[in-house]
């Protein structure tokens, strides 16, 4: 009996040494861009402080590893929603004038995977993703547009088309 005694009083005072308390994000300092227009919430995705949106910190290419059309953009927005990414379940895909707000010619993220082409986006982003990402803002029947963040400039480009493109999914920080 002393030695079970002895061993509940021994795990009592070691474990909590041995395993202290997880730190919560709520309790740990926020990161933010130089600037200090982004934050880092460490749970992969980023505020902008100046619109009120939140990105995720990864486009569609570094999540999972090969360039997407803008119909598989849509499939996967969707995706994101129905495995509740972050914690949300009211991810979309953004809109050009959305994009372009992420756009600066002063700020370089990362040249893209496998070509030249500078990102011109802040480096709290996650670095090597797609140079052009697709906005829902369509051109006609066949066509949607996007940006390109090595130069700023609009794409337009038929929905089939997936050549160094996807999608950094967003959505509205205060909902």
Same mark, same amino acid.
């Given at each position: 009996m002393?030695?079970?005694?002895r061993f509940?009083?021994?795990v009592?005072?070691?474990f909590p040494l041995? @395993?202290?308390?997880?730190t919560t994000?709520?309790?740990?300092?926020k990161? @933010?861009?130089a600037?200090?227009q @982004?934050?880092?919430?460490?749970?992969?995705?980023?505020? %902008?402080?100046?619109?009120g949106?939140m990105w995720m910190?990864? %486009?569609?290419?570094l999540?999972?590893?090969?360039?997407?059309?803008?119909? %598989?953009?849509?499939?996967?927005?969707?995706k994101m929603?129905?495995d509740?990414?972050a914690?949300?379940?009211?991810?979309?895909m953004?809109?050009?004038e959305?994009l372009r707000?992420l756009? %600066?010619?002063?700020?370089?993220n990362?040249?893209?995977?496998?070509?030249e082409?500078i990102?011109?986006?802040d480096?709290?982003?996650?670095?090597?993703?797609?140079?052009?990402?697709?906005?829902?803002n369509?051109n006609?029947?066949y066509?949607?547009?996007?940006?390109?963040?090595?130069s700023g400039k609009?794409f337009?480009s038929?929905?089939?088309?997936?050549?160094?493109?996807?999608?950094r999914?967003v959505?509205?920080a205060?909902?």
């Amino acid at each position: 009996m002393k030695t079970i005694i002895r061993f509940t009083l021994l795990v009592t005072i070691l474990f909590p040494l041995a @395993f202290p308390p997880q730190t919560t994000w709520a309790e740990t300092e926020k990161i @933010f861009s130089a600037d200090k227009q @982004f934050i880092d919430n460490g749970d992969e995705t980023i505020t %902008d402080t100046k619109t009120g949106l939140m990105w995720m910190k990864k %486009d569609s290419y570094l999540n999972i590893g090969h360039w997407l059309n803008w119909k %598989d953009c849509i499939v996967y927005v969707k995706k994101m929603n129905q495995d509740a990414f972050a914690g949300f379940i009211d991810w979309r895909m953004p809109t050009l004038e959305e994009l372009r707000t992420l756009y %600066d010619v002063n700020k370089i993220n990362s040249k893209q995977l496998g070509y030249e082409m500078i990102i011109h986006i802040d480096p709290i982003f996650a670095p090597k993703g797609v140079g052009s990402i697709w906005s829902t803002n369509t051109n006609g029947v066949y066509n949607a547009v996007g940006i390109v963040y090595n130069s700023g400039k609009m794409f337009n480009s038929k929905r089939t088309d997936k050549a160094r493109k996807g999608v950094r999914p967003v959505r509205n920080a205060s909902n």
